[in-house]
């Protein structure tokens, strides 16, 4: 489903620690969470998880949650500004940290950092067989626009 951004509503109770962006030494990290993410969804990797880091490290395209000490628990990804639009991708949390609220401040982070560079809309992709994602979207404002069939002929 794709989902487009309303009133952007930050989920409380927010989770201990803050957001960062990913950089240089977050590499290893974003290589192995990026395959994880691929995995968890069943597409495969479609891109080159070193080749997807590097873009992403480069356009400051990845922000952490950390926790008070330090430790990345979950990441959102946004894409580079097209016509307006930045899309929010690779939400992930491993699946130890997760029931947590980690994704959720990390997807409202970059949806709000969308926002501020001046986004005139900020979208993001979802499975519909995940009630957690979908849930979690609409509850920080993000309303249904359409629902897309995926094919794989190969």
Not at 33 to 52: I, L
Not at 94 to 117: D, F, N, W
Request: no cysteine; charged share 20%; glycine share 12%.
């Amino acid at each position: 489903r794709l989902y487009r951004l309303g009133t952007l509503t930050v989920p409380r109770p927010v989770p201990p620690g803050g957001p960062r962006i990913a950089v240089e030494s977050d590499r290893e990290r974003l290589v192995r969470w990026h395959e994880e993410f691929a995995e968890a969804v069943g597409a495969g990797t479609v891109r080159d998880a070193d080749e997807w880091a590097d873009a992403r490290i480069n356009q400051g395209g990845i922000t952490f949650w950390e926790t008070p000490d330090g430790t990345p628990v979950a990441m959102a990804g946004t894409t580079p500004r097209v016509a307006g639009q930045i899309r929010v991708s690779a939400v992930y949390t491993p699946p130890h940290h997760r029931g947590r609220g980690y994704a959720g401040a990390a997807t409202a982070e970059v949806s709000r950092a969308a926002l501020a560079a001046g986004a005139q809309e900020v979208v993001l992709f979802t499975d519909l067989a995940n009630p957690t994602s979908n849930g979690l979207y609409q509850r920080i404002g993000y309303r249904p626009v359409a629902d897309f069939a995926v094919y794989d002929f190969g």
